[in-house]
């Protein structure tokens, strides 16, 4: 055990407390940005004249080679230390002597902590945004070509009116791009420098907060010190956005799941994503869709971690804020694997664009429309409403489709059905008449195409 802290200590720690209170299992995945972290901190010693220029390339250059010699498997990061803090702290000792002692100074690990997780979640926003942005091009990409596959559009997971494959991946690509503004704006808002905070109240170190925070990207210096060691709302933030993702992700796993079965057969899931039964030799099973409903709960769950570790906590650092790791990780992770994977998924997923017509051919998708053709011939909507509706009656006892009947047939149940009525209720015209903004005809779709492609462009 190497620990910070001996000095006020007579006794040693039981071994169970000692396991118990560490977090360097976990929080060693801090290396890098810890690094990072003391380099800023030193620099800034340096600049305010609390540690000289010599020392301040030592710590430099001291940390750089743990970090490289870490990286190559010279040195392991163990259990002997508490955590990541205390074994870089540790090794810098003893590699560069008393300058390695100064590093600490004006600095808690309470604030070190406080950085480390900033520049960590700051990274992972970033990298949310970047497959999120992967996920958009997919979805525009298919869109693009999709723009005229028909297929029909549920309510109550009933067919209702017809639409289009372009129309119904463009409600998630509006969907991912609410989240990947989200990200932008969570960026923003956590994008400040709690270094300098010290334990709980400053420092009388005149430490410049201002010059840290610049070195190390962020907006500026965080303004209340406690807050800035209690503060874990933008980790909050940040998760149950990451939580929005995965609750998209996961509608849209439930719609593949229900397009691959055996009975919508819309969908083809690509071999390298799907597998098989260890009993039933028929089986292709789309179990990467659900699993990624299924790590959706999981994400939930560590924001309802997180949020009820911070409800009761006294300002300012407590011990229970550790807890906030695990949690953090566990979502960021599994989110960020289920964009990969979704995505991958989605760009090898076959379309069966003739199955997805029929189904909106047989599925009455176009009542609406025969109803509004009676309509605009002079017959008030209830009216015709109530004649399409036993129209549609007298289909499904004949199984077959409005467009199926012949014209004296039709003019059995009003007079004002002409020849004009199969061209009024063709698929193509149900969905090109709807012209409305966000409505799903090719020429509607066509400009969103467009300006999702601006979207995406201009996000580079
Ligand atoms: N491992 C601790 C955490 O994750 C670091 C901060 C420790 N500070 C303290 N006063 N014990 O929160």
Redesign the pocket.
Known sequence: MAQLWGGRFTGSINELAWNF???ITF?KRFLEVDVKGSKAHAKMLAKQGIINDEEMTSIVEGLDSILEDVKIGKLEITTKY????SFLEANLIERIGDAGKKVHTGR???D??ALD?RLYARDEVEHVTGLLTDILKVLNGIMGENLETYMPGFTHLQKAQPVTLAHHLGAYFEMFKRDLLRMKDIYKRMNYCPLGAG?LAGTTYPLDREYTAMLLGFEGPTLNSMDSVADRDYLIEFMSALSTVMMHLSRFSEEIIIWNSNEYRFVTIDDAYSTGSSIMPQKKNPDIAELVRGKTGRVYGDLMTLLTTMKGIPLA?N?D?????EAFFDAVDNTSNCLILFTQMLSTLQFNKENMKRSAMLGFTNATDAADYLVKKGMPFRDAHSVIGKLVLYCIDKNCAIDDLGIEELKSFSELFDNDIYEEISLETCVNKRLTIGAPSLKCMSEIVKLNYEFINSLV
């Open positions: 209170n560490a977090s929080d508490e955590d990541i803090h808690s690990r309470n070190q902590v997780m334990a650092y011990k804020m550790q807890e906030d790791k």
